[in-house]
């Protein structure tokens, strides 16, 4: 597996992560535990060093299978987790609002630390931007808690090109970890400029479109009741029809590459930047074999454009999230 640091932080990670949260939260009922520490330990086999979850994962029982399948592989991995998010005093499975002051944050890393059985966390990031805490406030917290050890990098999720400047005035970041994919493509216009101009590495969630873009759902697919793509506009019946054309557009080049409409859509994030780690997740061994394989997928630089070029044309239909979720992410 290819190594990629994140930005100038001089954090080197393989080149694709695993994104852990769908092993036991969103995606339906939570997956087999030993099942999952089969695939944790096959994940690393295959050169995955960088592995992906957060708090509110569950909560917390993400955290806690993370901590369990790597701790005997503890200093092969990097493991980034998150904070932000106020949970259910009662122990539901619900968060109720956002939350990032001192206080929490440092309540927060000190349930991970125990969770993850670490002594360090690699690195943090703010979930989600609290709009009632000054970032820099947030990012001093951090800069202290590196200082006590308790951690290495700071990150920010789904944040707005301001509050990414003065985070890193503060404490500079490592990773900006927000959406980003055919189908998602808005970091283009100002994150990733803001980026590079700044040093900072970029890690994709749903780089595969939450699984539309492998080319396994159509708009006929009927997901669990508990899986929250049954909240997202994007996927409902009718725009997944809508949407197969970014499927289909993948399915040429896959065919011409002899790869899978994964594998293209991985390769063609890690073609963009040099400092782009995408963590697709999974939960079955055959599809973490097949997201590998993108890595070694080379797309020339006129392929990227005639893939760009092509998508471009492409209306996609329904947006991302329910407009509840909507109103959390920072712009």
């Known amino acids: 597996m290819q190594k990629r640091k994140l930005g100038n932080s001089g954090l080197e990670v393989s080149a694709i992560g695993l994104g852990c949260m769908g092993m036991s939260f969103s995606y339906g009922k939570p997956a087999d535990k030993k099942e999952m520490i089969t695939l944790f330990h096959k994940a690393v086999d295959l050169g995955i060093t960088f592995f992906d979850t957060a708090e509110v994962y569950g909560p917390f029982t993400n955290e806690e299978l993370v901590g369990e399948a790597l701790?005997?592989?503890?200093?092969k991995v990097v493991i980034a987790t998150k904070f932000g998010f106020e949970l259910d005093p009662n122990g539901g499975p619900q968060w109720t609002g956002l939350n990032s002051r001192p206080e929490h944050i440092r309540k927060v890393v000190e349930g991970s630390l125990k969770r993850l059985k670490t002594d360090v966390i690699d690195l943090l990031y703010q979930h989600r931007v609290d709009p009632n805490v000054p970032i820099e406030e947030v990012?001093?917290?951090v800069?202290?808690?590196i200082k006590e050890g308790k951690m290495k990098h700071f990150g920010l999720s789904e944040a707005g090109v301001q509050i990414i400047r003065r985070a890193h005035a503060e404490q500079p970041l490592t990773a900006l970890q927000s959406e980003?994919?055919?189908?998602?493509?808005e970091p283009e216009a100002e994150i990733?400029?803001?980026l590079e101009e700044l040093g900072i590495g970029f890690v994709p969630f749903s780089p595969l479109g939450r699984?539309?873009?492998?080319?396994?759902?159509?708009?006929?697919t009927t997901f669990d009741k508990d899986d929250f793509r049954n909240t997202s506009p994007r996927l409902s019946p009718e725009n997944r029809k809508a949407n197969l054309a970014v499927v289909d557009l993948l399915k040429q080049f896959a065919t011409a590459k002899h790869a899978t409409p994964a594998q293209?859509?991985?390769?063609w994030l890690l073609g963009q930047k040099p400092w782009i780690v995408p963590i697709p997740g999974t939960t079955k061994i055959t599809r973490l074999e097949e997201n590998l394989g993108a890595a070694t997928i080379k797309l020339s630089a006129e392929e990227l454009q005639e893939?760009?070029?092509?998508?471009?044309k492409i209306e996609v239909h329904g947006n991302r999230y329910s407009e509840g979720a909507q109103k959390l992410i920072n712009r």
């Open 139 to 141: 990012a001093g917290t």
């Open 71 to 75: 701790a005997p592989l503890r200093d």
């Open 264 to 267: 293209i859509a991985l390769a």
């Open 180 to 185: 980003y994919s055919l189908w998602w493509r």
């Open 192 to 194: 990733l400029p803001t």
């Open 143 to 145: 800069k202290d808690l």
């Open 211 to 220: 699984g539309f873009l492998t080319g396994k759902i159509n708009e006929n």
């Open 307 to 312: 893939i760009r070029s092509a998508a471009d």
